[in-house]
């Protein structure tokens, strides 16, 4: 399969996108339970209950079935709040961060993903194209923030979302630290103060 076609792309409908769906389902508990080197096509045909030829045409690789798993789940995310409080929003953007991670599934399915994204480069592109989609939904925050007049005029949306979500993967991946509601407000205040301080530009 070419790397310019993203697998998964085209949405049909019927029996394909059942297929589809089950053979994500699948991927992501595979991808949890043994991690991105357990990834293999045949557990994850049998545990979707879907053909093995069917998978291996469909998609080749573990790199391209967890590219179009990170897909998924871009489209598949919560929308980002609307409180008309910049702080409460980012406070909810680190929480649900925060909760993502420390599911049970979800939480080692993300390790997974990202050693995945560290090996393949399909996966890694995709990873990018997930951040980026988070990261643009929840910026309209900020954006809304400095319309208000709530941060400084050149305030980078962007920057200040990535900011949030940053020390809670450095915690996750990098110190073991303890990810909880006080982490993620910890995060959202240092964030919000960096904004305001016009460090965020």
């Known amino acids: 399969m070419s790397d310019d076609v993203q ?5 049909p409908g019927g029996r394909t996108a059942r297929v589809r769906e089950a053979v994500l389902r ?4 595979v991808l949890a339970e043994n991690g991105f080197h357990g990834l293999d096509l045949g557990e994850v045909a049998r545990v979707g209950g879907v053909g093995k030829t069917t998978v291996y045409r469909r998609w080749g690789s573990p790199g391209a079935l967890a590219a179009d798993l990170l897909q998924d789940m871009a489209e598949h995310s919560l929308p ?18 925060v909760r993502t991670l420390t599911d049970p599934r979800q939480g080692r399915l993300f390790k997974a993903l990202i050693a ?11 990873l990018h194209r997930f951040y980026a989609v988070r990261v643009e939904e929840w910026a309209g925050c900020v954006t809304d ?3 208000r007049g709530e941060l400084p005029p050149g305030t980078d949306a962007r920057r200040v979302i990535a900011a949030v979500s940053a020390p809670l993967y450095y915690a996750l991946l990098n110190t073991g630290e303890p990810l909880d509601e006080a982490a993620a407000d910890r995060a959202a205040t240092a964030a919000l103060a960096a904004a305001r301080a016009g460090a965020m530009a």
Not at 7 to 11: E, I, K, Q
Not at 26 to 29: E, N, R
Request: aromatic fraction near 0%.
């Open 7 to 11: 697998p998964g792309a085209v949405r």
């Open 26 to 29: 699948a991927a992501g508990d």
């Open 80 to 97: 980002r709040s609307r409180h008309g409080d910049v702080g409460r929003d980012l406070r909810d953007n680190a929480r649900l961060v």
């Open 116 to 126: 995945a994204a560290l090996c393949d480069e399909q996966a890694a592109r995709a």
């Open 145 to 147: 923030a400095v319309e």
